[in-house]
């Protein structure tokens, strides 16, 4: 029953969405709509923090807690998202460079977009999985595109061709795993049908699996998902598309559709370590890990447009996140989720900070928007303390999670790795700091922005920076939840 | 259906999917090239239908039709109207010329049958063994997309993968569950219908163009 309550709510705003046209009110009630997927998320994860697991749809339709935790965050950041749309859509509207008509476009395309991710990731079939990251890719391009410039079309033309030949390498690494999995023990026995593409009864057979095929599969797998990650080799979509994007939108696709696609991966991760044994996956995953934090840290040190640089920020996360799954122990996989979480709040505000900034000064090259802090108080204020998070100060989140991701590579013995990421990431935080002083800090001539940052943008954004902080302090909400989320990965 | 009229008509059906594929680097006529889409179409259904009667699946007969309606007819009629808007068109100056290609296009070839070889020792059986033509029909794809500059070539090149991953599935596991298959085939249908309003946008909004003139957003 949660199962559909959580799958419905953004499909009905999106239902509302398209009958009704654009008024105020139709923009706050999908931000009530993804409330409530995070309140029922949270609902969820109490459920199945005991390793239970619930079931709907003829077990069409499955949460376990790693489940519950990934609703949480697409809650949380399309809650976040949601809350500056009728900002967004107001002022484009004012401006002239959007009709109302857009606008319903808009906001059903963003609640369809929701739904395929909460359909991923609730979904127990690992072909389903794939059809609703596939449906992202679709709901999505016209959000990339919905400033109608040219460099949004070139974005938007970018991310669908290269996001749908990932997904197509995705989808063929995805019958290989079938046809592993029909050819287990004999040609006729194993599972057929339907639940020869379900998670749990691949788990329950990954060590039947042939090794010659499941290593191809992973191989396109990492490749295909990666693509949609953004990790290395095909990530060049992903700068253009965050950075062209309307905020909300860069918000949601920086913040939660990446970490949906490594989803993905951790799911097949876990069938791959049953059939191969943990070095495979491992040994691919640094690869793509390392390379991502090194094009990140090239693109980031002469980074002049600071959408731009959010961007490459995501992508120097996401290598994280797979040097931490790479780890693959109980504690990195916990680290791993936490760092998604936290990326996700802190990524969402920062990405929309920059809407903002975008809003009021018109441009997004770093060197002319100086001074901000006391030029624009409160949006400069929100923009820095995103920036500290996102580098991983104290006591944010982000910071526990990249040390214990650190600490787990050095348990399994891969300190070399931990090393390269340590230097990259110190070269990153050194360049960040220097595009954040530049921007935040100066002397201002004018002061223009004075109480006239408002309320609406304010409340939802300090609020996710005041979580981040919070469970940067104190974990004890969720580390029984992590650890049942890492503990359905890791055996 | 006999055994031998079986293997060989699913030969031929296979064999047709690649052959259309290699066919698409050599017309530069975009209309040309959408007919040799829909005739790659018409043979993965074939191959679907072919491997339905042989193993009495009802679900994989559904799916046949499917593939035989969505990609053999709807996506070419699609994309001929993206072409029809623009007279004339043709892929004149690709990255890598013809004769080029066609070479690369064989080499592609030998790579997937060496490459996919251990796949089909493996559980050697008529339709499996004519996997390595799928891969190949994938990385002829690839080619397509890599050196082809117009917007209509970029959208065949991803079909040209797309049937490609099809037909490795049809061939190995006969068809991935019905299911997944709907999601699969709509999907598809999706995509093509956002790049045709994408390539239709792009077009009023840049005049005829070549995608090497997309180049606002770099590093």
Known sequence: ?????????????????????????????????????????????????DHRALLALDGGLRA????????????TVSFLAASQTVRYLSSEIDRGSSSSRHASLYVVLVQIFVACMLLAVLSANLGVMWVAI??????????????????????????????????????????????????????????????ALDWTSLMAISHHLDTGIMRLAVALLVLGYGTKVGLVPMHSWLPDAHSQAPAPVSA????VLLTVAFYALLRFKAIADGALGIGYTRSLLIVVGLGSLFVATSLLLTQRDYKRMLAYSS?????????????GSSLAIAAVLLHILGHGIVKAVLFLAAGEIYLVEGTSTIDQVPALLSRRPMIGGIFGFGLVALLGLPPFSLFVSELNM???????????????????????????????????????????????????????????????AFFGIVAWPLAPLLHAAAHVIVR | MSGSSYTQLLDLAAGLVLVCAILTLWRSDLRAITSILSIQGVALGVVAGVLAIHIHDGALAITAVIVFVVKGSVIPILIRQVVRRDPGSREVSPLINVPASLAGAVVLVAIAFLASGKITALFPNPASRLAPIGIATVLVGFLVLVTRRKTVSQIVGLLLIDNGVALVAFLLTTGVPLVVELGASLDVLLVVVVLRVLATVMRTHFGAFDLDQMQELRD
């Open chain 1, 252 to 255: 949601l696709m920086s913040g």
């Open chain 1, 315 to 327: 992508m120097e996360h996401m290598g994280l996140i797979a040097l931490g799954a790479a780890a």
């Open chain 1, 1 to 49: 029953m949660l199962i559909y309550v959580i799958l419905g709510l953004p499909l009905a705003a999106a239902l509302v969405a398209g009958l009704v046209p654009w008024r105020h009110w139709v923009g706050w009630m999908t931000t009530f709509a993804n409330g409530s997927v995070l309140v029922f998320g949270v609902a969820l994860c109490v459920k199945t923090v």
């Open chain 1, 64 to 75: 376990d807690a790693l489940s519950s935790f990934m609703v949480v965050v697409i809650g």
């Open chain 1, 134 to 195: 596939e449906a992202t890719t679709i709901a999505t391009t016209f959000l990339v595109g919905h400033r109608r410039t040219s460099g949004a079309l070139e974005a938007s033309w970018k991310y669908v061709i290269i996001c749908s030949v990932g997904i197509a390498l995705a989808l063929l690494g995805t019958v290989l795993v079938y046809f592993a999995a029909l050819h287990v023990g004999g040609p006729h026995s194993g599972p057929h049908g339907v639940s």
């Open chain 1, 406 to 468: 650190i600490r787990a590579e050095v348990a399994v013995g891969l300190t070399w790795v931990a090393a390269i990421s340590l230097v990259l990431m110190s070269i990153i935080f050194v360049s960040m700091m220097m595009h954040g002083r530049s921007m935040l800090l100066g002397d201002s001539t004018s002061s223009d922005g004075f109480g006239a940052t408002a309320r609406t943008f304010t409340v939802p954004l300090v609020l996710g920076l005041v979580v981040s």
